[in-house]
Structure formats: structure tokens, C-alpha cells
């Protein structure tokens, strides 16, 4: 059984750039959310998706986007990148209802 | 506003004696608390959860406590071993469905020494 699954590992990009991250559920699973996790930090809630639309969305601005796919699979769009914006982000993946929430292994974006 | 609090931020034991993290929840609300195990370059592992109808919940070497109370819900290992060393997280949440949002603390970097 596969679990959560995220591409790609490390992205670099420039200041102004736009990035996709991608995610695919552990199996089974309907409900992908994504954190941000700076160096040292917790991870922090971006937005949450169910039944392809954003249910819950955390302290992120506007430049922080998502879409959800048929098949439960999520990607993640920040536009115009910050510095700030160098993190590792996560997915993770859920039952609708369900309290646990598994994680992937994250994909490490340093912006320049 | 939400806040989970964590204690100590590092931790080092000597292989074989317990360890204990403690965390503090401001959100009375809150009744899922799970616990992240993360090692270097990898995303959080699920280790153990418990919900806020529970007291304790023990797993082989790991266990939690909570006190609804206070606030307060502590992660217990037993017997380290070196490769339980790693970042601990703990997190707070209002259950399953559209509550789902995990919060979680600064994290408990655990050395456990051979």
C-alpha cells in the first residue's frame, strides 16, 4: 500500500517565480491538506482540500493556491515567490471525517 | 488565538532511561492530539494519538496522557533506544472532517546516547 507521495523532492527558483507542487494520497484517502515547514519550525496549515474545493484555509495569503483532482490527488501554487518562501512543504492525507493525518516526505523549495 | 506550547525544545537521555515532552493547548475546543516523529530529511511519522474522551493510551514503548483540565498532554518513551532520536512534534486539532486543521508545537529535538 502505498503511502503519500509528493514531487518533486527539492525545487530551486528565483524571486517572482511561480512554482507547482504536487501530491498524491496515501490509498484510500479523500482529504489532502498542505503545511509549510520553515527550518527549525512546526509545520504551519496552508488549506485543506475536499471534494476538489478548498474547505479550510490557513494564515497564507492569496499567492498560496490549490486544486484538487477526481482522482484525490492535489497540487499546491505559490506565484510571485519571496525569499520567505523557502520551506519544506508537506502534504498530508486524511479520511473526510477521519482524525489521523499522514504525511509525505515533502518537497524542499529554496527560493533565490 | 489557536497556540500549542512544547517543552523542552532538546532533550538528551542516556540509551535505556524514559524521556517525557510535555505540551500545553490553549483551545478548549481541541480533542485530537497526535504525536510526529520527524529524522532528518524525511516528513512527520504518525507515532501515537490520543482523543480528548481518553486519559491515557499506551503503544509497546510510547505512551500519552492528557488532562483536559489543565491542557496539558505529555508524550512518554520508555527505555530509549539511539533510534529513537529524532524531532518530536505534538499537535492539537478539533477532530476529523473540515476541523481537521493540525496545530502543532516547536518540536523536542530527542539525543539519545548509546
Known sequence: ?112 | GENVEQHPSTLSVQEGDSAVIKCTYSDSASNYFPWYKQELGKGPQLIIDIRSNVGEKKDQRIAVTLNKTAKHFSLHITETQPEDSAVYFCAASWGGGATNKLIFGTGTLLAVQP
Not at chain 1, 24 to 31: A, E
Not at chain 1, 32 to 43: C, D, H, I, M
Request: include cysteine; proline fraction near 5%; hydrophobic fraction near 25%.
Open chain 1, 1 to 112: 500500500d502505498a503511502g503519500v507521495t509528493q514531487s518533486p523532492t527539492h525545487l530551486i527558483k528565483t524571486r517572482g517565480q511561480q512554482v507547482t507542487l504536487r501530491c498524491s494520497p496515501k490509498s484510500g484517502h479523500d482529504t489532502v491538506s498542505w503545511y509549510q515547514q520553515a527550518l527549525g519550525q512546526g509545520p504551519q496549515f496552508i488549506f485543506q482540500y475536499y471534494e476538489e474545493e478548498e474547505r479550510q484555509r490557513g494564515n497564507f495569503p492569496d499567492r498560496f493556491s490549490g486544486h484538487q483532482f477526481p482522482n484525490y490527488s492535489s497540487e499546491l501554487n505559490v506565484n510571485a515567490l519571496l525569499l520567505g518562501d523557502s520551506a519544506l512543504y508537506l502534504c498530508a492525507s486524511s479520511l473526510d471525517r477521519g482524525y489521523e493525518q499522514y504525511f509525505g516526505p515533502g518537497t524542499r523549495l529554496t527560493v533565490t
